[in-house]
């Protein structure tokens, strides 16, 4: 079964920082989607990123970016220049058929972003 | 619509009674996805739609749960006989289609609709 994994349950960051929330995955799958949304207070999803498993290029929106290390299955979103709005639940999540035919997305338990002013 | 819509966007009922929860998909999105969040938990995967199909219930918790799509766009998640374990935040989410690599694809949320059960 596909798994994502976050280790940090909570990060700090000073504003104006850039700071690394690591995602590791497991898929037997040759062809899969990886995903960062981020949630506020409020509730909302927001989707951030988005790296397929056959771009041979690091994704990139704006502030973020995707560090894809795919021999070692690693999926790290980093912030740059940290602001006070980007604290928020964080969560990793992976789109696949774990070998089957029908498509799932998996997230992980996500990593809680308080930056500090 | 511009984005996934979800109503209600907040649901008190009691317990035993029957909810029914929508999903208005983004235009043309032909894949939904049902998540299910409870307090400071993550996201518990439901039922996923391909066009009017659910290729995976798997996610479905018991048999009081249910979904359907019509018309390939909106979406009713069904709660009978409503339990307060199943007070949560039911999130929606469509896509364009479920090909993961394709670099234009991406997977977007409602805002979600809060149940609580008492």
């Known amino acids: 079964a596909q798994k994502i994994t976050q280790t940090q349950p909570g990060m700090f960051v000073q504003e104006k920082e850039a700071v690394t929330l690591d995602c590791t995955y497991d898929t037997s799958d040759p062809s899969y989607g990886l995903f960062w949304y981020k949630q506020p207070s409020s509730g909302e999803m927001i989707f951030l990123i988005y790296q397929g498993s056959y771009d041979q290029q690091n994704a990139t929106e704006g502030r973020y970016s995707l560090n894809f290390q795919k021999a070692r299955k690693s999926a790290n979103l980093v912030i740059s220049a940290s602001q006070l709005g980007d604290s928020a639940m964080y969560f990793c999540?992976?789109?696949?058929?774990?070998?089957?035919?029908?498509?799932?997305?998996?997230f992980g338990k996500g990593t809680l972003l308080t930056v500090n002013p | 619509g511009a984005g996934v819509s979800q109503s209600p966007s907040n649901k008190v009922t009691e317990k035993g009674k029957d909810v029914e929860l929508r999903c208005d998909p983004i235009?043309?999105?032909?894949?939904l996805y049902w998540y299910r969040q409870s307090l400071g938990q993550g996201l518990e995967f439901l039922i996923y739609f391909q066009g009017n199909s659910a290729p995976d219930k798997s996610g479905l918790p018991s048999d009081r749960f249910s979904a359907e799509r019509t018309g390939g766009s909106v979406s009713t998640l069904t709660i009978q006989r409503t339990q307060q374990e199943d007070s949560a935040v039911y999130l929606c989410?469509?896509?364009?289609?479920?090909?993961?690599?394709?670099?234009?694809?991406?997977?977007?949320f409602g805002e979600g609709s809060w149940l609580t059960v008492v």
């Open positions: 999540a992976i789109l696949g058929t774990e070998g089957g035919s029908n498509y799932k997305l998996t």
């Open positions: 989410a469509s896509s364009l289609a479920a090909v993961p690599s394709y670099s234009g694809n991406t997977i977007y």
């Open positions: 235009s043309g999105h032909t894949a």
